[in-house]
């Protein structure tokens, strides 16, 4: 299932037993919000089904590659349990941005690399 990120200027796919999981958590979040119903309309309204064609390759809906600016070129970055989907000139503004070690939370701050 591909959809947009709901924070990120990216989009976001994901295998669908994932995706079962992580929509049914969305959808049960109460309506009264009106935040919430945008997070609803953002990263559930706008999922599709994705499949491969014969040459292995995923076409992106237009309405999708529009709102992140995904025009040429793309970036796939794999995290574990999703892949997220970067318009390469944002992807490379991300990469320029330094990780401040201190602003992470201190679970991470205790990790080895």
């Given at each position: 299932?591909?959809?947009q990120h709901?924070?990120?200027?990216?989009?976001?796919?994901?295998?669908?037993?994932e995706?079962r999981?992580?929509?049914?958590?969305?959808?049960?979040?109460?309506d009264?919000?009106?935040?919430?119903?945008?997070?609803?309309r953002?990263?559930?309204?706008q999922?599709?089904?994705?499949?491969m064609?014969?040459?292995?390759?995923?076409?992106?809906?237009?309405?999708l590659?529009s709102?992140?600016?995904l025009?040429?070129h793309?970036?796939?970055?794999?995290?574990m349990?999703?892949?997220?989907i970067?318009?390469?000139e944002?992807?490379?503004?991300l990469?320029q941005?330094?990780?401040?070690?201190?602003?992470?939370?201190?679970?991470?701050?205790s990790?080895?690399?």
């Amino acid at each position: 299932m591909l959809t947009q990120h709901p924070y990120d200027a990216c989009l976001v796919m994901y295998p669908f037993p994932e995706w079962r999981d992580i929509a049914r958590q969305v959808a049960s979040q109460s309506d009264s919000h009106t935040q919430v119903r945008a997070l609803k309309r953002r990263f559930l309204g706008q999922a599709v089904e994705m499949e491969m064609d014969g040459n292995g390759r995923l076409l992106v809906p237009p309405e999708l590659r529009s709102v992140v600016g995904l025009e040429k070129h793309a970036m796939l970055v794999g995290l574990m349990h999703r892949f997220e989907i970067w318009a390469e000139e944002t992807w490379n503004q991300l990469e320029q941005q330094d990780l401040d070690q201190d602003a992470m939370p201190e679970s991470v701050q205790s990790l080895s690399f």
